[in-house]
């Protein structure tokens, strides 16, 4: 079992940045592709961002291309989301996630992931 705790949510105005990490501990090896979830109150769990840990293959949803960057230090087993431009519809619960192998790209659904975060919260407003 891997476990994950995340840090570095807060509150900003719109355009503002926000570094998410997380950090693993555990059966890190069983990492083969982790992810960054939100969760907006009501609404569904959505994948933000994978990155896929063997072969360093990233994967962005479209609401976040160009503004969001998932990036993976592995002496430090750790995941990071940093996020620039925020928008007041980035706000929500960031999870962080980890799971074994996907055949498929993309950004695999929540159902895949073994391991999760609590969650950190991100607020973008005026």
């Known amino acids: 079992q891997v476990q994950l705790v995340e840090s570095g949510g807060g509150s900003v105005p719109p355009g503002g940045s926000l570094r998410l990490s997380c950090v693993a501990s555990g059966y890190t090896y069983a990492s083969y592709v982790m992810a960054w979830f939100r969760q907006a109150p009501g609404g569904a769990r959505e994948g933000v961002a994978a990155?896929?840990?063997?072969?360093?293959?990233?994967k962005y949803t479209d609401s976040v291309k160009g503004r969001f960057t998932i990036s993976h230090d592995k002496s430090k087993n750790t995941l990071y989301l940093q996020m620039n431009n925020l928008k007041p519809e980035d706000s929500g619960l960031y999870y962080c996630a980890s799971g074994s192998v996907w055949v498929s790209d993309g950004i695999p659904p929540p159902s895949h992931f073994t391991s999760w975060g609590q969650g950190t919260q991100v607020t973008v407003s005026s």
């Open positions: 990155f896929y840990v063997t072969s360093g293959y990233i």
